[in-house]
Nanobody, 120 residues
């Protein structure tokens, strides 16, 4: 069994910052790519950022220069530092990870989501 647990969401004013964390636990052998997605009300889930096991990163154009994804492989944790937040960043943020379990089965796992609201 593998679980991803997110934390760090909340309410922030425009221009503010938040840091999201997502920790993977359970029967993990190794973790390949990890990422963050978001879903705003009435919209489809969209990619925010991804990071490979070698720490190569990829960002949506809408967050480039404002968000930074990173990971701590020793802690099986991925982070999303969000700066200069805008009202249009308001969404539920989900992390995911491509994980080999100790039974050497690959699967994509998702967290439960954390709400980020940017409003004055």
């Amino acid at each position: 069994q593998v679980q991803l647990v997110e934390s760090g969401g909340g309410l922030v004013q425009p221009g503010g910052s938040l840091r999201l964390s997502c920790a993977a636990s359970g029967s993990i052998f190794s973790i390949n790519a990890m990422g963050w997605y978001r879903q705003a009300p009435g919209k489809q889930r969209e990619l925010v950022a991804t990071i490979t096991s070698g720490s190569s990163t990829n960002y949506a154009d809408s967050v480039k220069g404002r968000f930074t994804i990173s990971r701590d492989n020793a802690k099986n944790t991925v982070y999303l530092q969000m700066n200069s937040l805008k009202p249009e960043d308001t969404a539920v943020y989900y992390c995911n990870a491509d994980i080999y379990t100790k039974l050497l089965r690959m699967g994509r796992y998702w967290g439960q989501g954390t709400q980020v609201t940017v409003s004055s």
